[in-house]
Nanobody, 118 residues
Framework: QVQLVEAGGGLVQAGGSLRLSCSAS????????MSWFRQPPGKERESVAQITNSNRPKYADAVKGRFVISINNNANTVYLQIDDLSPYDSAVYYC????????????WGQGAQVTVSS
């Protein structure tokens, strides 16, 4: 069973920074890719960043230049660094592991609330 646990959410002032972490119960590179999604209140969940198992990142246009996705050296945690936060970034942030090749499915974390005050 694959487990993902997010941490690092909280209340931040606009213009500040935050780093979210997603700890996995498996080596990150055994997944096809890892992604961060977010779901603002009353809106649909949207992808903001993805990193493949060849360590290639990709970002949604809305967050390019402010979000950075990375994998730690122990290959068991994925980070999302968020800079220059705005109230529009307020959302529940979810970590997703695409594990169709080795695990036969995708997996989600429980979510981390990020609230940005103006």
């Amino acid at each position: 069973q694959v487990q993902l646990v997010e941490a690092g959410g909280g209340l931040v002032q606009a213009g500040g920074s935050l780093r979210l972490s997603c700890s996995a119960s498996r080596n990150i590179f055994t997944f096809d890719s890892m992604s961060w999604f977010r779901q603002p209140p009353g809106k649909e969940r949207e992808s903001v960043a993805q990193i493949t198992n060849s360590n290639r990142p990709k970002y949604a246009d809305a967050v390019k230049g402010r979000f950075v996705i990375s994998i730690n050296n122990n290959a068991n945690t994925v980070y999302l660094q968020i800079d220059d936060l705005s109230p529009y970034d307020s959302a529940v942030y979810y970590c997703k592991a695409v594990g169709r090749t080795l695990y036969g499915g995708d997996f989600w974390g429980q979510g981390a609330q990020v609230t940005v005050s103006s």
